[in-house]
């Protein structure tokens, strides 16, 4: 039987990135139990979130300019250890033949849309992007508890288009108007009123 985690990852990713493929790995999965619970929020704190997200993020860094994914492999919890260096390096191939650069999540913010959420199974998931231009870094990771620390468990990462921003709103009592001209007359101000022909 296919464990529901890892088709809802595997099905998840895809949403989440868009038409990009997507970079990751999933250890492998305990069975959960056939009576689902849903997700319950996380008792995290701010820095310890960031640590968490950081540290795995940047460990990929390293391990795709270094082509040495042995740190990688031994940071993660027992399930992601059974990847071997070899199989992983086999699996982020392409973020390093497309010279992936990860590098600037360690100082910009990370935006969650999936907030710090202990699954059904115990596993801690969160899931956003770094908000950078032109291409945005989307993440989705999960944690097993290991010795009363989260040890990474799976790890999905990829480059997309930053969203566009909306425009800034206008002042208040100023009405930005697009005011049709000819060949005679000058442009007016918008806001003021253009007299009507006669």
Known sequence: MVNLWVRRVLVLIPLVIGAIPPYGVLAQTPQLPPAQAAPKSAQI?????????????????????????????????????????????EIFVAQRRDNIDLSG????????TVLPQIE?????????????????????????????????FGISVNLGQAAP????????????????TTKNSPPTAAGKPTPAPK
């Open 105 to 112: 999540v360690a100082v910009l913010d990370p935006q969650l």
């Open 165 to 180: 921003t909306a425009p800034n709103a206008p002042s208040p009592g100023i009405e930005a108007k697009s005011v049709p």
């Open 45 to 89: 704190d701010r820095n310890g979130v960031l640590i968490l997200i950081r540290s795995a993020l940047i460990a990929l860094d390293q391990a795709n300019k270094t082509g040495n994914y042995t740190v990688l492999r031994d940071l993660g919890a027992p399930g992601f250890q059974a990847n071997t260096a070899a199989r992983l390096a």
């Open 120 to 152: 059904p199974n115990g596993m801690l998931r969160m899931a956003g992007f770094f908000p950078s231009v032109p291409t945005q870094v989307n993440f989705d990771l999960l944690y097993a508890p290991v010795s009363g620390q989260w040890r990474l």
